[in-house]
């Protein structure tokens, strides 16, 4: 199976800085999509960013002029750079890879474990 790795979550002060890492490993013929989602104690899980395989992006409103999505194809690795936090981005953060297998015909959606990150006041 395929499985997606994630680092980087922690404890930050309002303002920080923290870059969060996701690799995805095993049999994988090509990573089309890629994407962070974030879902706190009660709420649904948002999407954050999207980047495609091309390095076109999007952003959460939320997190616009904050945030920066990027991804290294050859390492199968996607990067959520987030600056100036806030406490309201206390979430888990979810790692998400549209993934084609080798043989496979189409592409599956794949999920990270998650990782907590928590913003202090």
């Known amino acids: 199976q395929v499985q997606l790795v994630e680092s980087g979550g922690g404890l930050v002060q309002a303002g920080g800085s923290l870059r969060l890492s996701c690799a995805a490993s095993g049999r994988i013929f090509r990573i089309n999509d890629m994407g962070w989602y974030r879902q706190a104690p009660g709420k649904q899980r948002d999407l954050v960013a999207s980047i495609t395989y091309g390095g076109n992006t999007a952003y959460a409103d939320s997190v616009k002029g904050r945030f920066t999505i990027s991804r290294d194809n050859a390492k199968n690795t996607v990067y959520l750079q987030m600056s100036s936090l806030k406490p309201d981005d206390t979430a888990v953060y979810y790692c998400?890879?549209?993934?084609?297998?080798?043989?496979?015909?189409?592409?599956?959606?794949?999920w990270g474990q998650g990782t907590q990150v928590t913003v202090s006041s």
């Open positions: 998400n890879a549209d993934i084609r297998r080798p043989g496979a015909l189409e592409g599956y959606s794949y």
